[in-house]
């Protein structure tokens, strides 16, 4: 086990290398020029090359990206042009939004496709099976924040449960801000409940025909215990899979979401600075989201070797 988590450990190293890079340079390489959008059209030369000396813009692009890394390293994430506050401050504080509602979200998704996916496979080929997957079909086949704006007009406009959108706060009422965040985390928790339940009817399928389900039947064993207690675990390893890449999908994809209800969270941060030029924020948000997509797939290969250790043996 040592030399696989040493092995997936260089590769995350690695892998987390080559992201730094491309960010950097993608973000180089686009037009604009964050003293200009900062100073506005009217600004002198002379004025607007002082601001990009004093931010620094008009160093190598070699020495920006050493001094941005070992930035990182340090904790210093640097000044965001628009703001003028720290960038590790922006990033914690809209966290604090994002991350509950990617939470909540994959905690609906997860219990939602396990349910869908073990009851339509049980039942295979008969009508609630197939009706189970047409749903989840039309629910693939929905953009989330189509589906957003139709909560938004049901339980907002409609029957006034829910508001249609902001954020109270974590300190002024928990329950309140958890209330907010509902709405949002089904919305994105729908179409990725659809894909997973699919693939969850599919990996226990394929295990419900293998020899060890019969055996366990012929002893005795309900169907719901054999689902559960033998069926699913073998049937985890494509589900674990997609859970992990979608949860990745759940942090990077609050970005409209997080605008459809004006939630002040990592996304509406990113979409805001994109529009301001605000380069080193946005440098910071993608990459911190980058981090989490390759962290989250290092601990789903660790999950690998701890349901079936096949994997880990064929790594060595």
Not at 50 to 71: T, V
Not at 115 to 136: E, K, T, Y
Not at 187 to 192: D, G, M
Not at 239 to 252: E, I, K, R, S
């Amino acid at each position: 086990m040592g030399l696989f988590l040493f092995k997936r450990l260089l590769t995350l190293w690695a892998t987390l290398a080559g992201a730094s890079v491309v960010v950097f340079l993608v973000l180089e390489v686009l037009p604009g020029d964050a003293a200009q959008m900062l100073m506005g059209p009217d600004a002198s030369a002379d004025t607007v090359a002082a601001l990009a000396n004093k931010l620094g813009l008009d160093r190598p692009p070699m020495e920006r990206y050493i001094h941005w890394i070992s930035g990182i390293f340090q904790g210093d994430l640097g000044l965001s042009y628009t703001y003028g506050s720290p960038v590790l401050d922006l990033i914690i504080e809209r966290m604090s939004v994002t991350l509950p509602l990617a939470v909540m979200a994959m905690m609906l998704t997860t219990v939602l496709a396990l349910s869908v996916g073990l009851f339509a496979a049980s039942r295979h080929n008969r009508w609630s099976d197939v009706g189970l997957m047409s749903v989840s079909q039309v629910g693939i086949a929905v953009p989330n924040f189509w589906f957003a704006i139709l909560l938004i007009l049901l339980f907002s406009v409609h029957l006034q449960w829910f508001s249609a959108g902001g954020f109270p706060g974590w300190e002024d009422d928990p329950l309140q801000a958890m209330k907010s965040l509902l709405l949002p985390a089904v919305s994105l928790a729908v179409v990725q409940a659809a894909i997973l339940a699919r693939i969850t009817r599919s990996a226990v399928l394929d295990v419900l025909r293998e020899d060890f389900v019969r055996t366990a039947r012929a002893k005795g064993l309900s169907q719901r215990a054999t689902l559960w207690g033998h069926v699913l675990r073998n049937a985890m390893i494509p589900v674990v899979t997609v859970m992990g890449l979608q949860f990745a999908n759940l942090l990077a994809g609050t970005i409209v979401i997080e605008n459809v209800f004006y939630l002040p969270g990592l996304g509406r941060l990113v979409f805001q600075s994109i529009a301001n030029r605000d380069v080193i924020v946005v440098r910071n948000c993608v990459m911190l989201l980058a981090t989490m997509v390759i962290v989250i797939n290092f601990f789903v290969d660790v999950i690998y070797a701890l349901i079936d250790p096949r994997v880990k043996a064929s790594d060595l």
